[in-house]
């Protein structure tokens, strides 16, 4: 089921920019000091580290700096938010020059378009908050559109028995079959797992991590 509201690109950008604002990178809700499962699924890729990974919806994440000390070279961080990616290069300090920042929406990409196509796209909590069919058409297009042939997808919502809500915004979450679906036949899964995350309040939230394939 695909949830109608209306919720414009402006919209968007002050909600994320006040979640980030107020709220110090620990306390959000997806915080994960270690981000050790989306590191597993990312060592199965096997890439080499001049692989470009795209990072769909950093915020602050963590992974972004793990990724550097594994030795990849060709990061791309995207978030709505710009005081997301400031506050972000502000926790990597000399090492944010070695990324490549962009500020778009994925729902309504505009530099995201002119990306080169990338070996990894990597989605962490983004996909859920997008509820209208129009605008989940816009980012599996993006997505297919940007995926190299033998190129991966490392996609992990919220499971079906998970919250239905996040930062006070209701959430779409997804079973393995409804990615798929969403993915096409172009994409093969290669696998998946289910996860129990706690939040920094100690709060359980259900997640499902799916790892798919380009053919």
Same mark, same amino acid.
């Given at each position: 089921?695909?949830?109608?509201?209306? %919720?414009?690109?402006?919209?968007?950008?002050?909600?994320?920019?006040?979640?980030?604002?107020?709220?110090?990178?620990?306390? #959000?809700?997806?915080?994960?000091?270690?981000?050790?499962?989306?590191?597993?699924?990312?060592?199965?890729?096997?890439? !080499?580290?001049?692989?470009?990974? =795209?990072?769909?919806?950093?915020?602050?994440?963590?992974?972004?700096?793990?990724?550097?000390?594994?030795?990849?070279?060709?990061?791309?961080?995207?978030? &709505?938010?710009?005081?997301? @990616? !400031?506050?972000?290069?502000?926790?990597?300090?000399?090492?944010?020059?070695? &990324?490549?920042? #962009?500020?778009?929406?994925?729902?309504?990409?505009?530099?995201?378009? !002119?990306?080169?196509?990338?070996?990894?796209?990597?989605?962490?909590?983004?996909?859920?908050?997008?509820?209208?069919?129009?605008? &989940?058409?816009?980012?599996?297009?993006?997505?297919?559109?940007?995926?190299?042939?033998?190129? %991966? #997808? @490392?996609?992990?919502?919220?499971?079906? !028995?998970?919250?239905?809500?996040?930062?006070?915004?209701? &959430?779409?979450?997804?079973?393995?079959?409804?990615?798929?679906?969403?993915?096409?036949?172009? =994409?093969?899964?290669?696998?998946?797992?289910?996860?129990?995350? =706690?939040?920094?309040?100690?709060?359980?939230?259900? %997640?499902?991590?799916?790892?798919?394939?380009?053919?």
């Amino acid at each position: 089921m695909v949830i109608n509201m209306n %919720y414009n690109h402006m919209e968007k950008v002050d909600h994320w920019n006040n979640v980030y604002a107020k709220k110090p990178g620990k306390n #959000v809700g997806w915080y994960e000091e270690n981000p050790t499962l989306s590191l597993e699924f990312i060592d199965a890729c096997d890439l !080499e580290t001049d692989a470009t990974i =795209f990072v769909a919806g950093a915020g602050t994440t963590n992974l972004v700096p793990h990724l550097l000390k594994k030795g990849f070279k060709n990061i791309i961080a995207n978030d &709505i938010s710009p005081i997301a @990616l !400031e506050t972000l290069a502000s926790n990597l300090g000399p090492d944010a020059q070695k &990324i490549n920042f #962009v500020v778009d929406d994925l729902t309504n990409p505009k530099a995201l378009t !002119e990306m080169d196509a990338v070996d990894l796209w990597v989605d962490r909590a983004v996909l859920h908050f997008f509820l209208e069919e129009n605008e &989940i058409a816009a980012y599996f297009n993006l997505l297919k559109d940007k995926v190299k042939v033998g190129g %991966y #997808v @490392l996609i992990a919502t919220f499971s079906k !028995e998970g919250a239905k809500k996040c930062t006070g915004l209701p &959430i779409l979450p997804y079973s393995p079959e409804e990615l798929q679906k969403w993915l096409g036949d172009d =994409f093969s899964f290669l696998k998946n797992e289910y996860i129990t995350h =706690f939040m920094p309040s100690g709060d359980e939230r259900p %997640y499902h991590y799916g790892l798919y394939k380009r053919k």
